[in-house]
């Protein structure tokens, strides 16, 4: 039996696997480096379940999960000046934690995002996450166009 990168056993049948796979077939993709986001205030939420079952189904398929827990690494939302988009330039130098979670992401093969939905959006964490992290030029599309980003959507 084949093991992931952490030496864990692969076990070809679990659900979430099964599905991750069935993903990476249909997109063309090999084991991948996943940047998995997540956001809930309580450790035992539904939502820390989910991604807690995601974690183990990617794993199981072999891939690697590096785990962003916004509220227990005490993610600051607020958007500083520094860290604002400048849609002029390409060469943008930012906070030094933005800087950090940037070199993450484009080390990752892959961004999934887990977390509840609050009066029609995401927590206040998460919001603040995107608009600090995800900027034009950093590593998103070069062009100004989100052609190369997929979605899907469970609720």
Known sequence: ????????????????????????????????????????????????KVAERFVNGAEEKGHI?????LYREEFNPVLFEKDEPDFESKNNVYTETVMKEVKHIEES??????????????PAIMKGYVDRVINYGVHMAKEKTASLIRYDLLV
């Open 1 to 48: 039996m084949a093991t992931n990168g952490r030496g864990k056993s692969v076990d070809p049948t679990s659900t979430v696997g099964l599905w991750l796979q069935h993903q990476m077939k249909k997109d063309g993709f090999d084991l991948m480096r996943i940047r998995l986001i997540v956001a809930h205030p309580r450790k035992e939420a539904l939502t820390m």
């Open 109 to 122: 093969d892959a961004l999934v995002f887990i977390f509840p939905i609050w009066w029609y959006g995401m």
């Open 65 to 69: 999960v590096d785990v962003v827990d």
